[in-house]
Every structure is written in C-alpha cells, then in structure tokens.
C-alpha cells in the first residue's frame, strides 16, 4: 500500500516561501502523475498542485505564478515550491499520486505576521 510522508511546513510571513517535501512509499512516482492539495479550517481539500506523467502542470489561479510542483525520481520524492505565500495560503498541505485514495498526515502551513 502507498504511503505518503509530507515535511517542509511551518510558519512563515506574508511574502515569504516555503519548499514542501512528500516521500513516497510503496509505488514509484515515476510511473504516476503526482499532485498537491490543501484543507484550510472549515473549508474543503482542494487542488493546488498537479503534474502529469508527461510533465505537464496545472494549478488553479489562485496559486498560478506562485507554486511549483515538481519531483524527483531517484529520491521517490513530490515537492512543492511555494513563494509570495499570503494568509489565504495557510492550510494542511497533503500530497498524492493519481488513483489513490490514501492520505498521508499532511503538512501545516500557516502565513501570519
């Protein structure tokens, strides 16, 4: 069964960055299209993040020009580069592979100054 282990969050000021980190467990990214999602208090999980198998990229505009998914294969490992955060960024932060239904503990995010 796949895991998922996200780390790289905290707290940060309004304008500043962040790089999240997703070790994966269990498949192999290089096989999947990966992405990135975020649940705020209160609010849905919702996508910020996806990348294909064939490196294509999408984002909702809310974060277009501010996040970047990326990954790396030999280290089984999703990340996501965040910059320009603002307080509407804060959230746990999970990620994902395509067809799987398992969620890791995610990762906090808060943006305040």
């Known amino acids: 069964q796949v895991q998922f282990v996200e780390s790289g969050g905290g707290l940060v000021r309004p304008g500043g960055a962040l790089r999240l980190s997703c070790a994966v467990f269990?498949?192999?990214?290089?096989?999947?299209?990966v992405a990135w999602y975020r649940r705020a208090p209160q609010k849905q999980r919702e996508l910020v993040a996806r990348?294909?198998?064939?490196?294509?990229?999408t984002y909702p505009d809310s974060v277009k020009g501010r996040f970047t998914i990326s990954k790396d294969n030999a280290k089984n490992t999703i990340y996501l580069e965040m910059t320009n955060l603002n307080p509407d960024d804060s959230a746990v932060y999970y990620c994902?592979?395509?067809?799987?239904?398992?969620w890791g503990q995610g990762t906090q995010v808060t943006v305040s100054s």
């Open positions: 269990g498949r192999s990214v290089r096989l999947y299209g």
């Open positions: 990348l294909t198998t064939n490196d294509a990229t």
């Open positions: 994902t592979i395509t067809g799987s239904n398992v």
